[in-house]
């Protein structure tokens, strides 16, 4: 039988996690037979009765650990936490508002197993998954970001942010991974794929509830551009051709290049070498940042028509069955 952790990680969910962590518990109950499963809490210094919460589980669910920060260090911390302390074959992520069912976390699991994977992704952005119930801004910024991640990876990965994933614990510890906060999520997946790990993406639904929706935080404009400039630093890391192509991205460049220069007061001869060198550097950024494009609509394109044609999402050569028996 084969030993799985279900990681819960949480910061100030209150009440409403005992109802959460219920149904975890209720379901993966019925596969018993074939699994064995086991719960690690890791309560990110919350300040509310989130941690009486996970104790009072604890105690009803003898196969559960619960882990404590004494101050919210955030997700990836949390997370190094855990890692640290699995004790079994395999691992799973959840999400302690189960934005994605129990059920997809089974789904990651088994397709572990079919697959012979390292790790298995949730993703509300390949064909077949959805995004409901999300509000406006944060589903266009979370999809923004995906596509950026995923024109890294030249389409391979359409869901590089979600955190609920099932990981082989061999795979797990190799993993390199300093940031502490949402960002360790992509770093954790990027450095996989630089080890060459074997990752299957299976399409999963994203929804919050209703409580989490009226419950959401007002956009803090300073937090969502830190994570925006952690997203292109992590992706172009990975891909430095990315780096060349942002020239081509800024078509303000040229005319702020001959405003500075002229502002300096330089030779006519260093505004024509310094003006023709700019439209060099963006016209070739731009070529190369339209190959890259052109390369990820093809993958995703592909992905699409494998797809429609066999109802699998196909990944690195995977195949990976879009519901389970």
């Not at 650990?65 to 949390?78: D, M």
């Not at 906060?181 to 060459?196: C, F, G, H, K």
């Not at 505004?271 to 993958?299: D, K």
Request: glycine residues 6%.
């Amino acid at each position: 039988m084969t030993g799985v952790t279900v990681i819960v990680p949480a910061y100030n969910e209150g009440p409403g996690l005992a109802d959460a962590l219920q149904a975890m518990a209720t379901y993966f109950a019925s596969h018993d037979g074939t699994y064995e499963f086991s719960y690690l809490i890791v309560d990110d210094g919350s300040d509310d009765p989130t941690y009486a919460v996970a104790e009072a589980f604890a105690r009803r669910c003898p196969r559960t650990r619960v882990l404590r920060h004494p101050a919210n260090r955030g997700l990836g911390a949390a997370l190094r936490t855990a890692f640290a302390n699995v004790q079994t074959d395999v691992a799973v992520v959840m999400d302690a508002d189960l934005s994605y069912a129990p059920a997809t976390a089974m789904k990651l699991i088994e397709a572990l197993a079919m697959e012979d994977a390292d790790i298995a992704l949730a993703s509300p952005y390949a064909a077949g998954g959805s995004v409901l119930n999300v509000p406006g801004l944060r589903r266009v910024l979370s999809r923004e970001a995906n596509r950026f991640l995923s024109l890294a990876t030249n389409g391979r990965y359409a869901t590089l942010t979600c955190m609920v994933r099932a990981y082989r614990v061999s795979a797990l510890r190799r993993l390199n991974f300093r940031d502490d906060r949402m960002a360790a999520i992509v770093e954790m997946l990027l450095s996989a794929l630089q080890q060459n790990m074997q990752v299957v993406e299976v399409p999963a639904t994203l929804e919050w509830s209703d409580a989490r929706r009226n419950g959401a935080r007002r956009a803090n404009v300073a937090r969502i551009a830190s994570q925006i400039a952690a997203t292109v630093l992590l992706g172009c890391r990975y891909r430095p051709a990315l780096w060349l192509a942002l020239p081509g991205l800024f078509p303000g460049l040229l005319p702020l290049v001959v405003a500075l220069l002229l502002a300096f007061h330089v030779s006519r001869s260093t505004l024509a070498i310094v003006t023709t060198a700019t439209i060099v550097v963006q016209y070739t950024s731009l070529a190369l940042f339209t190959g890259q494009i052109t390369a990820f609509v093809r993958e995703k394109l592909n992905q699409k028509r494998r797809y429609r044609s066999n109802g699998v999402k196909n990944t690195n050569g995977l195949n990976v069955p879009t519901h389970t028996a």
